[in-house]
């Protein structure tokens, strides 16, 4: 029914009088956070509430809700996310591990239709915004999940297909997802080839760029135990998103921790157990700093916007990388060299600033004052080598200074390196 403008403020005012949330329409470039429902059985409102006024304080705009079919706590706890996130102006959508797990086409319907017209849920072109992790081999289901729905905008990762295969179901889909947000094994940095590639086979449609600040795992159980070079990657992707402009980002991840891909500090109770040796005492939250700016920067299309504030971020391992065993840790997933021979022995940061600065960073009371290497914009980025110097690390930038942990050359309790970063904000 077409409703002419003066008869639809008229029902939008009504519905905001009868204190209905309307859902959240997708208007222009937007960020979202993969956030793991696999890890929070019985988690409380206020956790929800905590890690939604942080994203949305960083800049986020809302979560990707990954779900297994398999998990009992998904009604309580997506009800949860999606009351507290329409609280809040902050967008959800259910985003379908099939990775994972195995979903009937009843129980995707069954999901849809629940929160398709919650206050927070995204609609694209009114439609639902609806994601997956993998799933290839389950696309001839969506169209009955569009017509017993109503229709859905569907974004789905299927990037074991790479560009071209999805590109051969560009009917079934209304855009796309790239998980590939690290580089490749044995290779030290990622560029842009499979972005532009999946730009140019979507011919148009909805282009969702992933965009990660780390990545290590080291799970036997789940046969996981790979390190992707991440030295330089939150400021390479970041510079990259300002290249590619895509229509959608999303951040992997929120809570990964299993994967050292988070960018919050670690909820205990939300770490896979094995992961617990190599992600206590890492704090990953000093990563968003920069998001508000570069968020900024990509929905202007323009790195020349202000500056929310001055500051840095920077990340380091707390052992050199060769200091005892690396623990059978490849060099990204499929690799087999070592993950020694993917990192370097140095601290990384990004300052945001109004101008180029030197910086100096102390390790073990050992100063060294550099210049930027790279760029973008009012993002500037540096690294200063270990140069076998241990000790705490403090980072200074226009006299402020922040000391995060120190560096050792002791192997950590588990006989192996750990190839997981910490980070602090100055």
Known sequence: ??????????????????????????????????????????????????????????????????????????????????????????????????????????????????????????????????????????????????????DIYLVPDWSSLGAQGVGSKLSQIDGAFNWGAWPNANEYTINTGNDVAYKSTLQGKSYMMGVSPYFYTNLPQYNKNWYSSSDSLWYDRW???????????????????????????????????????????????????????????????????????EGAVAWYRTTPATVCSDGGTVWGQGGGASAAGGTKDLVSVIVLSNSSKTITVSIGGASQTVSASSSVGKAYFYQVPFNGRTGAVTVTVDGKSTTGPQITNACPPTGHVNFNSVAIQV
């Open 1 to 150: 029914m077409r409703l002419n403008i003066a008869a639809a403020i008229g029902l939008l005012a009504n519905t905001a009088l009868a204190g209905v949330a309307l859902p959240r329409q997708g208007a222009g470039r937007q960020v979202f956070a993969h956030y793991m429902v696999g890890l929070t059985s019985g988690q409380t409102r206020d956790q929800w509430q905590t890690d939604i006024s942080q994203a949305k304080s960083a800049g986020i705009d809302g979560f990707a809700l990954n779900i297994g079919s398999q998990d009992s706590w998904n009604g309580e706890q997506l009800q949860l996310a999606y009351d507290v996130a329409a609280s809040n102006g902050f967008s959800m959508f259910l985003s379908f591990d099939m990775a994972a797990s195995s979903w009937s086409v009843d129980q995707v319907i069954s999901l849809v239709n629940q929160y398709k017209n919650s206050g927070s849920q995204l609609k694209v072109n009114g439609k639902p915004f609806v994601s997956t992790f993998e799933g290839p081999g389950w696309a001839d289901n969506w169209g009955s999940v569009r017509s017993a729905t109503g």
């Open 239 to 309: 510079k990259q998103v300002l290249d590619i402009m895509p229509e959608y980002i999303e951040i992997i991840t929120w809570n990964d921790y299993g994967e050292s891909s988070y960018i919050n500090d670690p909820i205990p109770r939300q770490i896979v157990s094995g992961a617990e040796s190599y992600i206590n005492g890492f704090g990953h939250s000093a990563f968003r700093f920069i998001l508000p700016y570069f968020i900024s920067a990509y929905k202007a299309g323009n790195a020349n916007v202000a500056l929310p504030s």
